[in-house]
């Protein structure tokens, strides 16, 4: 028996007037191959209608290891629709975007995102695999706007060199990060908008197992380090973190100003990827970082993520703490500050050394910076909370 996969084109449109022949086709190709695997390519087919999806249905049922590929997005909405999606492998055809030459406007863990015009923006995702990351965010931006979260919502999955991206439309949008290296006297404006975004988010309450509880993850980032902290500091490290109690509230997981657009008077939040539930000192960690953290062993780091200087980054960290606070106490600013440090450099020692930070001279020094505050810190917190 041949098992080499046999591959199938199709085209033009597939009716009643036409199916026979199309499946005689179809046998001719097959014949003598037994039950080889079958592609069927469907990048010029226009149209198909029943007639023709019952031919799919009887090849697939002779030669059971059967998928379609660059199926249009008019044919694809068809085999969706009438359920053969899931029955079998079907692989849309996705529209190629390239993004060479295009302002990249937000980056983050898992991608970057890039203008291509005037209205619409394109998340490029780091992982060549993407489409399971794709539908996930797509699906968690839906759950964040049911719940009241202004939001971009995805309307297109195309290809992007190797790997693949998400369409979102922002009509004329800028980032907060644009606005404060641009507009330095819009910054108080800048810090209320962003952070009653920020409240916003945190006063949601998601519905179980919705999102995944970002307190997981931060028990594993603290495991982790105890290979690399003197012993009662990598306990003391772990018994903090399993202190905060359990959250069912919406936290970000990436919130910074290159995260929040401003559409016409509209503000919105994207990449959506890291949306999650938990206590809000994970949420300020990861702020701290993007402000302060990530920069502060080189201070030019931020201008090259953020868009904007270290003095700006630090001052509009303090004063959006300030504000979510509802408080102009320095003395209790820094005292929750030093809490989310420490979730801070926690993250940003493990991500380094995870990077082979450890091999670097720079890494090397970073990570004994952030290791000695995060000992500092550690010895003179009882609690996480705030």
């Known amino acids: ?12 449109k597939i009716d009643s007037n036409n199916a026979n022949d199309v499946e005689q086709m179809i046998r001719q190709q097959l014949d003598g191959k037994g039950n080889c695997p079958v592609v069927i390519d469907m990048e010029k087919l226009a149209y198909i209608s029943s007639a023709g999806l019952r031919v799919l249905l009887r090849t697939k049922k002779s030669n059971p290891d059967f998928k379609i590929i660059n199926a249009n997005s008019d044919v694809y909405e068809i085999l969706d629709m009438t359920g053969f999606t899931e029955m079998m492998t079907v692989e849309k055809a996705y529209r190629i975007v390239d993004v060479t030459g295009c302002e990249a406007i937000g980056r983050g863990a898992n991608g970057t995102i890039y203008r291509i015009d005037q209205d619409n923006v394109v998340k490029v995702y780091n992982n060549a695999d993407a489409l399971e990351d794709i539908q996930h965010e797509r699906e968690v ?22 790997s693949y991206g998400s369409v979102f439309e922002l009509l004329n949008a800028k980032s907060f990060s644009k606005i404060l290296a641009s507009e330095p006297s819009e910054f108080d404006w800048c810090v209320r908008e962003f952070v009653a975004l920020l409240k916003k988010i945190h006063g949601t309450e998601v519905p179980a197992g919705k999102l995944p509880d970002l307190k997981e993850t931060v028990l594993r980032w603290a495991a982790f380090m105890r290979d690399y902290l003197p012993e009662e500091a990598g306990n003391k490290l772990l ?23 401003l559409q016409g008077d509209e503000v919105l939040l994207i990449d959506m990827d890291t949306l999650a539930v938990g206590h809000p000192v ?45 408080t102009d106490d320095e003395a209790r600013i820094s005292e929750v500050e030093d809490k989310a440090r420490i979730i801070g450099y926690t993250r940003m020692i493990r991500r380094s050394i995870r990077r082979k ?26 609690s996480l909370l705030f």
């Not at 706007?145 to 202004?150: A, K």
């Not at 109690?245 to 990436?254: A, F, N, W, Y």
């Not at 670097?360 to 970073?366: I, M, N, P, V």
Request: glycine fraction near 8%; include cysteine; hydrophobic fraction near 40%.
């Open 1 to 12: 028996m041949n098992n080499d996969c046999v591959k199938i084109v199709l085209s033009g």
């Open 141 to 162: 931006a839906k759950l964040a706007l049911i719940l009241g979260i202004p939001t971009a919502i995805s309307y297109d999955v195309v290809r992007v060199g190797e």
């Open 239 to 261: 018994f903090l973190v399993e202190g905060v109690p359990l959250d069912d509230h919406m936290i970000h997981g990436d919130y910074h100003t290159k995260n929040v657009m």
């Open 282 to 326: 994970f949420e300020l960690a990861s702020m701290y970082n993007s402000f302060v953290g990530y920069s502060e062993y080189d201070h030019e780091q931020i201008k090259e993520f953020q868009g904007f200087d270290f003095d700006t980054g630090r001052r509009f960290w303090r004063k959006s703490l300030a504000e979510y606070l509802g």
């Open 357 to 382: 930070g450890l091999e670097t001279e720079q890494g090397r020094a970073e990570i004994e910076m952030w290791k000695s505050e995060l000992l500092r810190l550690l010895d003179k917190t009882d």
